[in-house]
C-alpha cells in the first residue's frame, strides 16, 4: 500500500510506502518519476534500516530481497540513475553454478 503524489501522470512530490501490517515501511520524495529524496525506511516492526543516502536526487538507494539480504545498491547523481551495483555473497555464486552444472549434465 502506498500514497504517492502525481502531477499529469508523473510521480512528483511526496510519498509513503507501508508494509501489509499497516507500519511504515518508507517515505521520500519523488522528482519526475525519479527518486529524489528517502526520509527513512522501516521494517515491518518499525525499526528503522539503512536504505542509502539519497539527498536533492545525488546518492545511493539499497534493495533488499525479502529475505534481508541486499541485493543491489542503485546510484543516482543530480536526479539521473547513474549505476548498480550487483550483490552476490559466495554460497550464492556456489549454489548459482551447482545449479547450472546440474541444469548443463540434464541437457
Avoid at 65 to 73: A, E, T, V
Amino acid at each position: 500500500m502506498s500514497i504517492t503524489t502525481y502531477s499529469n501522470s508523473t510521480l512528483e512530490g511526496y510519498y509513503s510506502e507501508f508494509h501489509f501490517n499497516g507500519q511504515l515501511k518508507e517515505h521520500g520524495i519523488n522528482k519526475l518519476n525519479v527518486p529524489w529524496t528517502i526520509y527513512g525506511a522501516y521494517d515491518s516492526l518499525g525499526n528503522a534500516i539503512d536504505i542509502g543516502n539519497l539527498l536533492n536526487g545525488t546518492g545511493t538507494i539499497r534493495k533488499f530481497y525479502s529475505n534481508g539480504k541486499l541485493m543491489k545498491i542503485e546510484q543516482y547523481n543530480d536526479g539521473k540513475y547513474w549505476n548498480t551495483l550487483l550483490l552476490y555473497s559466495i554460497s550464492e555464486i556456489i549454489l548459482t553454478l551447482v545449479v547450472l552444472k546440474m541444469v548443463m549434465v540434464k541437457q
